[in-house]
Structure formats: structure tokens, C-alpha cells
């Protein structure tokens, strides 16, 4: 039994990768093919969302494994486009059970519409859902990546800054990635960043 009750630790994993697409999808997060979903077992395989379907309307043929490396396990099946960019946070964190990549419109316009290689959020009660963070008087900083149709360029780009990463990153006018021990860890985080996102997109309306 996993810790959801399910006696097959895959069906587990592929239920969780489900009720995140959806949760995603609730709040826009998904539009159209957009974004991407993986959890790793216990055991360490690594389960993820196929490349190019809704992920607010998955079922369970719509999620497939992949190797560490980021190959197929599965002769024919087609893993997410951004596939390397799930495995690489695997790779660095063990501790890392599920990775979710979002296309929200704040993400989006933030990262267009900062200068340099950071969207700085700083006096936030919300920054508390990081982890290290105890108080709303800090400032975190999100990576901004420019965008690369070329993943495991990109991937290579992001590779030195994945130590130092409290709150995910942000690839320029794409969308960001989050992860967590557990999925529920890293939806919370989600949750937590776009909120600070959105906000910080107000403030920058209203210009204060
Ligand atoms: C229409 S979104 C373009 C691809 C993308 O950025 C994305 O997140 C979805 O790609 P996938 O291969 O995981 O479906
Ligand atoms: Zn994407």
C-alpha cells in the first residue's frame, strides 16, 4: 500500500499525475497542450505526462514511464517534450517526488517583463510556503531562463543554478517549474509561487 491506498504503487502515481492536471486546469494554469506532470516512485521509476494531450483531462493511458535518462521505457510511447527538465531535478534532489511545469499568464508576462535573470519577491506572507522561509520580511529570488526550443540546451543552462532554488524557476515568456517531496508538497508550492506571481502582476498594474 502507497500512502494514498493503493496497492500498486504505478496506479498511485498515475492517479496523483491526474488530480494535479486537473487542479492545474482549475485554476489556468494548462491552457491548451500546455505543461507537464511527473512523480517518481519509491522505487524510482518515473512516471510522467505524454507529449501534446490536455493535462486538465488526463486518464491513466496519458501518463507513461521514463528512464532517468529521460528515454521512453516504452517502445512507441511519446514522454513530454520537456522531459529533461522533470529528470534533471530527479537527478540533483533524491528527495524529490513530484515535478510540475505550468503555463500561467503571470509567469508568462512577469518573465517577459523582467530585466535581468530574476523575478525578486520579497515581503510576501505567502513566501512562508518555501522552504527556509520563516518570516514574510525575506526576499526570494526565481530564476528566469530565456526560453530554448532545444531542452537539454536549456536544461543545461539551468543545471548550476538547481541548488539554489527555494521557490522553482521561470524559462522567459514559457512558464515555470516547481517541485516537492511528495505532490502534494510541490502543489502547494505551485499554488504558493502563482499567487506571489499574480500578485506581484497587480502591483505592477496599479504601479506600486
Ligand atoms: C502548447 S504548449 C507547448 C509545449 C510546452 O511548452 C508544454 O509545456 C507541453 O509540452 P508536452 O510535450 O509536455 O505536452
Ligand atoms: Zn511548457
Known amino acids: 500500500m502507497d500512502n494514498m491506498g493503493f496497492a500498486d504503487p504505478w496506479a498511485g502515481a498515475v492517479q496523483d499525475i491526474v488530480a494535479a492536471g486537473r487542479r492545474m486546469d482549475r485554476f489556468g494554469w494548462v491552457p491548451a497542450t500546455a505543461g507537464n506532470i511527473s512523480r517518481r516512485l519509491a522505487d524510482g521509476r518515473i512516471?510522467?505526462?505524454?507529449?501534446?494531450?490536455?493535462?486538465?483531462?488526463?486518464?491513466?493511458?496519458?501518463?507513461?514511464?521514463?528512464?532517468?535518462?529521460?528515454r521512453a521505457v516504452h517502445a512507441g510511447d511519446r514522454p513530454s517534450a520537456e522531459t529533461l527538465l522533470h529528470c534533471q531535478v530527479y537527478a540533483f534532489a533524491p528527495d524529490v517526488g513530484a515535478v510540475l511545469h505550468g503555463h500561467s499568464v503571470a509567469s508568462t508576462v512577469l518573465s517577459m517583463a523582467a530585466d535581468g535573470d530574476a523575478i525578486v519577491l520579497s515581503g510576501y506572507e505567502v513566501l512562508k510556503v518555501f522552504e527556509g522561509q520563516d518570516t514574510h520580511d525575506a526576499t526570494v529570488r526565481l530564476p528566469v531562463f530565456d526560453n530554448d526550443q532545444d531542452?537539454?540546451?536549456?536544461?543545461?543552462?539551468?543545471?548550476?543554478?538547481?541548488g539554489r532554488m527555494p521557490a522553482g524557476y521561470v524559462i522567459r515568456?514559457?512558464?515555470?517549474?516547481?517541485?516537492?517531496g511528495s505532490m502534494d508538497i510541490a502543489l502547494a508550492r505551485l499554488e504558493g509561487l502563482e499567487f506571489l506571481l499574480a500578485c506581484e502582476?497587480?502591483?505592477?498594474?496599479?504601479?506600486?
Do not use: F, M, N, Q
Not at 174 to 179: D, F, I, L, M, N
Open 47 to 70: 512516471a510522467i505526462t505524454r507529449s501534446g494531450g490536455h493535462k486538465g483531462h488526463l486518464t491513466p493511458d496519458g501518463v507513461i514511464e521514463v528512464a532517468p535518462d529521460g
Open 201 to 208: 502582476l497587480e502591483r505592477r498594474k496599479i504601479g506600486r
Open 151 to 162: 531542452i537539454a540546451r536549456l536544461s543545461r543552462a539551468v543545471a548550476p543554478h538547481l
Open 173 to 180: 515568456g514559457h512558464g515555470v517549474y516547481v517541485w516537492g
